[in-house]
């Protein structure tokens, strides 16, 4: 690496970090934080097309009662092959490493001022984990696993499918999660720039902090119940097979030991980027910043000690049951003041309403959504009626479609100009925005409704009084893919055809990921910026 | 670069006399007996409370001298903490439900044959 | 109040739709509120003209983040407090109760009553009385719900877990099974009936049924049973060829199984055929054609059954009543093809079983493109598939058989699908073609 | 292990020098590497952590099994194993000493035996393992006699075969980054951080085993 400094020095003004080296062998092997992000984002955005095509089948499959198109689903066997494929490509491969090991690894080292993170080659080897779990599930998927993503015991401990391979893919996919979360960590204790105290931290440097807590210290977990899973079919080891003298609910108690924090990995990074949005094209700091930094911490921290409400009708018992729920609505305070300081933000601003800005203000909506339905979810009583129904599906995609991959989207917009150097169309990113926006809450507010009529999840077949919103369900399936696609075509075109050269800082922000060049040299500054002020410094002082 | 908690002189860390080493290991191994003796007495419940708290000062012996625990940061300590937090937690969360239901009794399947 | 969940059936319901309702309306007022202020801060304070304008540095405001802090956690407060309560009540079975032991199984319910009577995807309970049910499972995670009563609970093998209602009014409700458990978790339904008292007490002690039966030698009871459990429907005694093996001298024989290995029709493979029908299939015949038995028959009933296996020579024959018209549950549905359609998927029409819509060929023609199709008959005779043929197909299956397809359709329709029904199921099938 | 990957950027570095990485100045590095290491620990514990909690429930539902099928485990060869590995995590512990005193040869040595403690450690279990499935205690042998154990020994085989596997990649790193590079004079009071690490890592596999040694074949 020290080698290669020399060439990347200052003065070759038109070298950047996706020109210094070429070939394919240089990206493959490369340590630079930067070209990993690329990495990381092709691969999940193959997983991300794999899983939104097995969405499609089930949306069509779904759009009658009745096999509706018995040449792609042939029987329940495949559409339950197919909600599993969705599942286990959309959370392992897609969602989990989604924002964190893509914006995260391109954005922490820009934002905290180093040249790279601290483990360059460690970071590279748990893409390299990523791929090796990738394909070890694609493997698995030969013989095509039906249990579901949660690979509840006992079906998964007696089903014929390759659930062993598959259970080791995510086993594998978590330490490629755990070794990024590793290296955030310590990158964000270690490399921080001169000046940049914890305090004038940028929110999604905060956010990405709890989620790498999250990722280094829940993953195992999970990875360990996986493995105690494939120790149960290969010898029988008594722990989760009920004819053994083993207890199924403890299975499920391990896997949302780290299931339910799995979902403040996918959800705080987002959380982030909005809080990096809103300030910029708001042209004022974001407001309440240490209430929103504390509240990051506050739900990665609560985040876990409430696992057990995804067990509500589980068998647990009625004292778990109880201080579960409690304990869960501990979750919802943190997240409200997180909306509340975001909206404030908004007040006496000079807005803009460039692309990122539409995707965040999109973001609050759908997470306002997410966080309410959240709370029936959590109630006792109300959760009695709605486990295991639509309501359920429909709740838990506003959280991860609408939190997750529209923060994710928002991301890749906002920071487009300095991964790829140049300006996409904002006319065609803004009417694809529109698309999906639209797609998605056609798609899933008649889940709602079907949920309150009591229509189960993962049936492949259901009672024809449930079709009308079936029907409407599928119609925004399909109007929310188009969307992603239009929207990712605009963005792929642009940065290998786009004229419009994208300056250092499009957007005038604070922000030190935007005070290098667009796109950034390969080792991230000419020289490591000094910070001398708070995050977000926008706005006229009163005393000045 | 910001925030190194060492001084950037020849010497990096601790160094710890290899005589402090061989006092804790002696410890170690006192209390490993101590440990096997214990557990012939029947004590009911506090045989497995005894071990454990013997076990836990085994490793915090190990932690703190072995490890260098004794000479590290804050910030190392908390990651050296919360693991054994987060244990704690899914012990007691599990045990909020296990004990107050009723426990798993193999079924009597039809065997095949 | 706003009903979203539609009809109450217990008595504890308007106390979750309560809790629902306050939910609701504070879900519904919170996101207005919020994303209101975030639209009207977007219009009032837009760039004009798309230039920037000077703005206040503010850096937040500390009684704003206690109001909301506080705010947040008095409702969270109260809901909770409401979701808790109804939960207690959910939990809370009065002295008293009914008890019924349900069995969930790949992929049906079993209930069994304190006097011993069976049944099976059919729950039968008398109105305005505490019910208790007193759940397991034979294999893996199933779950209860009734959404009608509002009540819910994971079905676990190896444990009983427990679920109680109090019916308010009569009818007849749906009942799901709601922990994902397989290929056919999607038809693993049930039917909740709630009949006024008198009309149960009648029904729990007709046990008209299970005495007869008590009273046969075990091979007449093993004939009755293979009627009563539409055995008949798949296995000939004749030696004609149907979706299973025929009956005709099946003890003892020998022959090969589909997994190349060979089989002898014992005692104990009878047995297991009939609990674990996946177990050892015959070679040549569909690997998921039967259901298991598991929980329907006893073990005096499979003796019966063995027994009335080793009588059957040849001359044997069962009379078939003929089944009272019964409306067609699922038919459903607002044109006659999608009432067709659902009759053609309905589980005990077993239609889906031998015939195909994607033009796969099963043990039967594809239904696809079969309208106005023209078919050679095996007697040579080529004919136009029309109302009159599909009509005598359905009632008379023997009829006329279409080339290169054996002679196996139960005639087990005529006086289980009415002439309408007929009529629909062609409508529905011209929608294939 | 992997996360050594930072600590073995050497890149034509004299003996005893700390190795030049591009982004950050060394005594970063080594608050980093370790940092890492001690993450990486984390992750470990709470690896066995699911087995622990396993334990405590299994052991909760089936107390009497436990206690029984636990004294059917060799409790001398345990305890020989128990004394074995607290003897290697004092050797580990010297050469860390060593290191800092610029003693490569010392390296070499403690960790040598901590090496050679690893091997009769596995020789041990495997000697233990053997017996057990000679009675018919192990999963694929089952002993009718012994099946109302299978709940324990399942976990014992669990709990044990990981942590032999962590015996195993402990005593590989001890053997690449501890005495290989030590043979040519890698280390020194400025740089002897792999030598560390290795050391944490090897402790760790001494740590989850005095946990283990009670639970299972002294309280069951």
Redesign the interface.
Known sequence: ???H?SSSAAGHEELNYLNWKTGIWSWLSSTDHKRIFFLYLSSIMVFFILGGIAALIMRTELAT???TI??IV????TY?VFFTMHGVFMIFLFVVPGIPATIGNFLIPLMIG???V?????NL?SYYLYVIGALIGGVAMLNPV???WTF?A??ST??SSNVSLMVFAAFVLGFSS??TG??F???I??????G?TWMRLPVFIWASYATA?IQ??????V???L??II?ERA?????FD?????????ME??FW?YSHPVVYIMVLPAFGVVGEILPVF????L?????VVISSMAIAAVG??V??HHMF??????????????VT?LV??PT??K???W??T????????KTPMLYA?GF??LF??AG??G??L????????Y???YFVVAHFHYTIQGGAVIGLMAALHMWFPKMSGKMYNETVSKTAFAMLFIGFNLTFIPQFILG???M??????????YQTLHTISTIGAYLNGFGYTFALVNLLWTAKFGKVKAPRNPYNSTGLEWQTASPPIH?NFETIPVVTEDPY??????HA | ????NHHSHDEIGHVVPESLFFKVLLTLLFLTAVTILAAQVDLGKWNIVGALVIASVKASLVIYFFMHGKYENR?IWTYIL??FI?LA??IG??F??????SK????Q?TQQP | MLG???EQGSDFAH??DY??DV??I??VV??VL??G??LY??VI???KD?K??????????NA??VI??TF??LV??W??W??????V???TVPEGAMEINVTGRKWAWDFQYKNGKRTTGELVVPVDEPIKLVMTSK???H?F?V??M?????V????Y?YEWFKPITTGDF?V????????????MLARLKVLPRAEFDRWLADDSEAKKLASLKPSDRGKELYVAKQCVTCHSLDGSPRVGPTWLKIFGREGKLADGTSYKADENYIRESILYPQAKVVANYPAQGMPSYQGQLSDDDITGIIEFMKTIDGTTKVELSQPTVKKQP?A??ATPA?RG??L??APDNLCATCH???G?KLVGPSFKGLWGRKEKMSDGTEINVDADYIKESIYKPQAKIVEGYGPVMPAMYEGKLSEQDVNDIIEYLKTLS | M??N??V??H?HVGPGEPP?????DTP?AY??AK??MW??L???V??????F??FA??RY??LAEFHDASHHLNLPLGALNTVILLFSSYTAAVAVTKAQKGDNKGVIRNFGISVLCGLAFLVIKSIEYTGKAHHGMF??VWNEHFYEY??FL??Y??MTG?HALHVIIGMVIMVIYGILPARQNRYSGRYYTPVELSALYWHLVDLIWIYLFPLLYLVG
Not at chain 4, 20 to 24: A, K, N
Request: hydrophobic share 45%.
């Open positions: 690496m020290a080698a400094a009662a009745g096999p018995p040449s042939k029987d329940s066997h339950n180093a040249k790279d601290a483990f360059p080659r460690l080897f039906d249990t579901g509840y006992p079906y007696t089903t755990i070794l590793l290296n960590i310590v990158t204790h270690q490399l921080r720039a001169p940049l807590i280094t210290v829940a993953t195992p977990v990875g360990m119940t493995l105690l120790a010898f029988g080891a008594g722990i009920p004819t053994k003298g083993g207890d199924p609910v403890l108690h391990l030991f708001s042209r004022k700091p407001f309440g910043y240490k209430m876990f000690i696992w057990a009708v589980a068998g647990i018992s009625d004292f778990s049951a109880k201080f579960f729920s409690v609505f919802a305070i409200a003041i909306v509340f300081n909206v404030s908004m007040y006496k601003g000079s807005i803009s309403f203000m609050v909506f306002m959504v309410t339905t709370m029936y959590a109630m006792l009583g109300v959760d009695v009626y486990h295991d129904t309150m009529e009591g189960p999840r993962r049936y492949y077949d259901y009672p024809v009084q080792e410094n926008y706005g006229v002082h009163k | 670069m910001a925030h190194s910030i919360i693991p987060l937690i899914m969360g599990v909020t439900d296990d004990p107050f239901r798993p009794v193999p079924l399947v | 979203l969940l539609g106390k979750v809790a629902h939910v609701t504070i879900s919170c996101t919020i994303v202020v975030m801060f977007a304070y837009r760039q798309g920037d304008h000077p703005t206040p540095h503010i850096h937040g405001n704003l983040e909301w802090t947040p956690t969270c407060i809901v909770a409401l979701g808790y309560d109804s939960f009540d959910m939990r294999d893996v995670l779950s719900f959404p009608v509002r009540t819910k609970m994971d676990i093998p190896g444990r877990t749906q799901f099974c709601t922990e994902y458990c397989g290929n056919d978790h999607s038809r699922a459903a549905g999608e359609k659902a053609v998927n195909s819509i994607d796969s | 992997s996360s990957a930072a073995a950027e890149h030049h990485i591009h982004h950050m970063t608050g980093a940092l890492g993450l990486f984390a992750t470990e709470l690896l066995f952590a699911v087995m909690c396993s429930i299994m539902y089936h999963p694929v299978k709940n399942g976990l085989y669990c990981l």
